[in-house]
C-alpha cells in the first residue's frame, strides 16, 4: 500500500533561512509525487509536481523539490524563505496507474521577520 | 462551476445524530475525492470515485461512513450516528482523473468542519 512519512511536523525559520522539509514514500512502482500548500484561511493548493522527466522539479514561489528514486524521497526546497511562506505543506503521492492520492501528515512552517 | 463546492461550511452536531455533508465537482472532473483533515492526523484518505467504476473505499474509517455520487457529479459523504472523534474538516476535492498524463491536479473545495458535541 501507499504511504507518505512527513518527518518535520513543526519547523520554525526566520526570513532569509534555506528551507528543506523531507518527504519519503513507499511504493512499488513507478510514482507521481506532488507537494501541496495551505497558506492560512485559504484552500490547499498545488505547489509542485513530479511526473517524469527531470527530477529536480521547480514550483511556484521560489520552491523546488528533487526526486531520488534511490532513497524514496521527494524533499522540498528553498533557498530563503518568507514571511508569506508560513503555511502548511504537504507532501503526496499516486502510482503511476492509479488516481489515488495519499498524503503525508503534512509539515506547519512558520516564518518570522 | 470555477471551483469545488462543498457545504456546509460549518456543522454543529450532537453526538448519535447523522450528518450530511456534500460536495458540488468542477464540471467535467471525473475523479472526485474525500479526505478528512484534523490536528495532527493531515490528510487521511477516505474515498475516491473514477468515472463509473467501482468507488476506492478503503480509506473509511468505520461502516457508519458512507459516500455516494450520482450522475457523475455531486457526491454526498453521509456520517451515522456520528461521535466526537469525528469532528474534523471534510475536504473534497476533484480532478480529470488522467495520473498516465500527468494532469491529475487535485482542486479542492473549502472543506465542511464538523463539530460533534
Known amino acids: 500500500a501507499q504511504s507518505v512519512s512527513q518527518h518535520n511536523h513543526h519547523v520554525i525559520l526566520s526570513e532569509a533561512a534555506s528551507l528543506e522539509l523531507g518527504c519519503n514514500y513507499s511504493?512499488?512502482?513507478?510514482?507521481?509525487l506532488f507537494w501541496y500548500v495551505q497558506y492560512p484561511g485559504q484552500h490547499l493548493q498545488l505547489l509542485l509536481k513530479?511526473?517524469?522527466?527531470?527530477?529536480l522539479v521547480k514550483g511556484i514561489k521560489g520552491f523546488e523539490a528533487e526526486f531520488i528514486k534511490s532513497k524514496f524521497s521527494f524533499n522540498l526546497r528553498k533557498p530563503s524563505v518568507q514571511w508569506s511562506d508560513t503555511a502548511e505543506y504537504f507532501c503526496?503521492?499516486?502510482?503511476?496507474?492509479?488516481?489515488?492520492?495519499?498524503f503525508g501528515t503534512g509539515t506547519r512552517l512558520q516564518v518570522f521577520p | 462551476g470555477a471551483g469545488v463546492s462543498q457545504s456546509p461550511s460549518n456543522k454543529v452536531t450532537e453526538k448519535g445524530k447523522d450528518v450530511e455533508l456534500r460536495c458540488d465537482p468542477i464540471?467535467?472532473?471525473?475523479?472526485l475525492y474525500w479526505y478528512r483533515q484534523s490536528l495532527g492526523q493531515g490528510l487521511e484518505f477516505l474515498i475516491y470515485?473514477?468515472?463509473?467504476?467501482?468507488?476506492?473505499k478503503s480509506g473509511l474509517p468505520s461502516d457508519r461512513f458512507s459516500a455516494e455520487r450520482t450522475g457523475g457529479s455531486v457526491s454526498t459523504l453521509t456520517i451515522q450516528r456520528t461521535q466526537q472523534e469525528d469532528s474534523a474538516v471534510y475536504l473534497c476535492?476533484?480532478?480529470?482523473?488522467?495520473?498516465?498524463?500527468?494532469?491529475?491536479?487535485?482542486?479542492f473545495g473549502a472543506g465542511s468542519r464538523l463539530t460533534v458535541l
Open positions: 503526496a503521492v499516486n502510482g503511476w496507474n492509479t488516481d489515488k492520492l495519499i
Open positions: 476535492a476533484s480532478s480529470l482523473g488522467q495520473p498516465h498524463s500527468g494532469a491529475n491536479v487535485l482542486t
Open positions: 464540471s467535467g472532473h471525473t475523479a
Open positions: 511504493y512499488g512502482g513507478t510514482v507521481n
Open positions: 470515485f473514477q468515472g463509473n467504476s467501482a468507488p476506492d
Open positions: 513530479y511526473f517524469s522527466g527531470d527530477p
